[in-house]
């Protein structure tokens, strides 16, 4: 982390300066995430280093390039300085070895946590709709036929076809956890499975207000808050500054769909699918970390890079 402590006293880089810390931040904490084996027993080792694919996908999702393709051809083109091996490495080569990581990913998400300050004792959680094609292809559309469902978008207000992504943020907007499921799946159900040995307070919308599950949550040592499920027979105003404490969540969620693109869906498979949204949420903590180390916001992640 010397890259990092060095540079606390500037809060700009330009992007070569990104790139190098991403990478040293990668490589530093790579060993650990390994228990200090190697990952590959036997065999021929590839070309490019994991630590370097690793760099080029967080960068790259940073960047908002979230096809392999766009990744591999954009940092080919002007950055092959950094990675020298790439302009020898086939395409499809760099996407598999880049698949084949899902592991490393999220052992290096958990270990990145680790190491990221965040409130253990305040949850907010929240979902998202991730539409795997378009309302009129529903009929016919083959991708990710076995886990999507049709659903309802509240803020489109309109039906969709595909999944819901259902986050655990914690404040001041790290995501600990988070599920992808069927868009008809409720969010109470999934509610469950994020809350399960968590303890504090958690705060969600109206979908998550639930008698039943308030009580099963109070006996596990976490008091989930949620406003009565229908505003107009709301007999007491929900309190401001619940409000705008649990819209953190919703900023983060913005920054995924905007700045990630997390409702772009372009795997076929159940795999890909949740290894590239790992992928996205990995990018994500890493630069809440940089942010903190840097002295900045946590989610001003917008402001690392001069250019």
């Not at 300066?17 to 590959?40: E, H, N, Q, W």
């Not at 956890?177 to 958690?202: I, K």
């Not at 040592?221 to 406003?227: E, T, V, W």
């Not at 949204?277 to 994500?284: D, Y």
Request: proline letters at 4%; one cysteine or more; charged letters at 25%.
């Amino acid at each position: 982390m010397g890259v990092l402590d060095a540079h606390t006293s500037e809060a700009l880089m330009d992007l070569d300066s990104l790139i190098v810390t991403v990478f040293c931040v990668i490589d530093d904490i790579l060993p650990s995430c390994l228990d200090a084996k190697g990952l590959r027993q036997r065999g021929p080792q590839p070309r490019l280093a994991d630590s370097e694919v690793l760099c080029i996908e967080v960068v790259g999702e940073y960047l908002g390039l979230d096809q392999d393709r766009q990744m591999f051809d954009y940092f080919r083109r002007h950055f092959a300085h950094f990675f020298p091996t790439l302009r020898r490495v086939h395409r499809t080569t760099f996407a598999r070895q880049a698949a084949n990581l899902w592991l490393v990913k999220a052992r290096l998400w958990q270990q990145l946590l680790t190491e990221t300050l965040w409130d253990r004792e305040l949850s907010l959680i929240d979902s998202f709709p991730v539409p795997v094609c378009r309302f009129a292809r529903a009929g016919w559309c083959r991708r990710l036929r076995e886990v999507s469902a049709f659903g309802f978008d509240e803020m489109a207000k309109q039906t969709f076809f595909g999944m819901r992504a259902h986050l655990r943020v914690c404040w001041p907007g790290v995501i600990v956890a988070f599920e992808l499921a069927p868009a008809n799946v409720h969010e109470l159900v999934v509610a469950e499975h994020l809350l399960d040995g968590v303890r504090g307070a958690a705060l969600g919308d109206r979908n998550y207000w639930s008698p039943a599950l308030t009580t099963r949550l109070a006996d596990r040592g976490l008091k989930l808050l949620a406003p009565y499920r229908s505003a107009k027979r709301e007999k007491k105003r929900w309190p401001l500054l619940l409000v705008q404490t649990r819209r953190r969540v919703e900023t983060v969620i913005g920054q995924l769909s905007e700045r990630f693109h997390a409702k772009r869906v372009w795997a076929r498979d159940a795999w890909h699918c949740w290894s590239r949204f790992l992928r996205k949420v990995l990018a994500h903590t890493l630069f809440v970390q940089l942010c903190q180390r840097y002295e900045l916001l946590p989610l001003r992640m917008a402001e690392l890079v001069t250019d």
